[in-house]
């Protein structure tokens, strides 16, 4: 690795961090932003038209399910199914080497979960916690890896949802994210 002459390395301490911010601030901007799906489409829709477009790109068919009676959700409730899908799904892509993938949106009482589950290499969980899972799992690693995992359980837990990752090796991978629907009558 190249030394940093002592005089520039504040200057390169300044730029990292303008970097940093800038795209800090490009996450931000993106998230704002409602998916497309989601401006004509209802959830489960947009999820089907996610799954499909996942399925052509990848090669590998996504069964899509929606269960019970569709709840008033806010549409960031919507926002952050749909982009946890899509999440779940790369990540099935780039570590599973699954056969199948199951997608199910399931309306709830008081709840809408989404479940997206592979039968892929799967990994130990624990590795999750300890920054260790670098076994080639559905979810990369949670140093050096990526952070999908986290922004998803961001998204969901700022909802007063929660993430839960069901894995083992070489049994598949299930995430699943709930959040809680709006009260009934109400609209969002």
Known sequence: MYEVPAPWRRDLDAVKNLARESLAEARRAVGALRPEPLQTA???????????????????????????????????????????????????????????????????????????????????????EAGTATDGGSLPPARGGGIGLTIMRQRVEGLSGTLQIESEPGAGTGISARIPTLPAGSHP
């Open 42 to 128: 209802r959830l489960s829709e947009a999820l089907s038209d996610v799954a499909g477009w996942w399925s052509k790109v990848h090669g590998l068919a996504v069964h899509v399910t929606t269960t019970g009676t569709a709840r008033p959700m806010t549409p960031e409730a919507e926002f952050a199914l749909l982009r946890t899908a899509q999440e779940a799904l790369a990540n099935v892509a780039r570590h599973a080497y699954a056969t199948r993938v199951g997608v199910t949106l399931s309306y709830l009482e008081h709840e809408v979960a989404l479940d997206v589950r592979d039968d892929g290499k799967g990994f130990d969980p624990a590795g999750l």
